[in-house]
């Protein structure tokens, strides 16, 4: 009998369990982190998105190399032209345990210095994020590229 314990107790400890999937309240954690993302976008407050990423992420912009860590990601986001009518559209929110990524749709209007529109772009994107300790869900890894054929932009 106590060999038996003895490898019902290797047995278990041996064994793995998969982390549970995400919950309805970390989908809408990633969803309201997307959304105030929009928000900072629209107001060029790129230092306040900086701070939805990890310390040491990646941000992987078309035509450019890849951006590591904030103070990267943050000189990337101001390059960007100015936007309006920005959008991100969550496509896809799935995970396990402290991992998920997102799958989705952007668009914008490019315009120029003096406020008028010059262009538009619309494409794809995904994240992957991780749960912080504070509960937040910051951006680990970040790509996005256009569906506008090259040199189309408008």
């Given at each position: ?47 306040v ?14 035509n450019?190399a ?89």
């Open positions: 009998m106590r060999a038996i314990v003895t490898g019902l107790i290797v047995l278990l400890a041996t064994c793995k369990v998969a982390p549970p999937d995400l919950s309805e309240a970390d989908r809408a954690a990633i969803r309201a982190a997307t959304d105030s993302f929009i928000a900072n976008a629209r107001a060029r407050r790129d230092s998105n900086t701070l939805l990423y990890t310390e040491n992420a990646t941000f992987m912009a078309p450019v890849i951006a590591e860590g904030r103070a990267a990601i943050r000189a990337q986001l101001a390059k960007l032209p100015l936007m309006t009518d920005f959008t991100l559209t969550p496509v896809e929110i799935d995970g396990r345990g402290d991992l998920a990524y997102v799958r989705g749709t952007y668009s914008f209007n490019i315009v120029g210095s003096d406020g008028h529109q010059v262009g538009e772009d619309h494409g794809k994107y995904l994240e992957v994020r991780r749960k912080q300790p504070d509960g937040k869900w910051l951006i680990v890894a970040d790509i996005f590229n256009s569906d506008v054929p090259a040199g189309k932009l408008r």
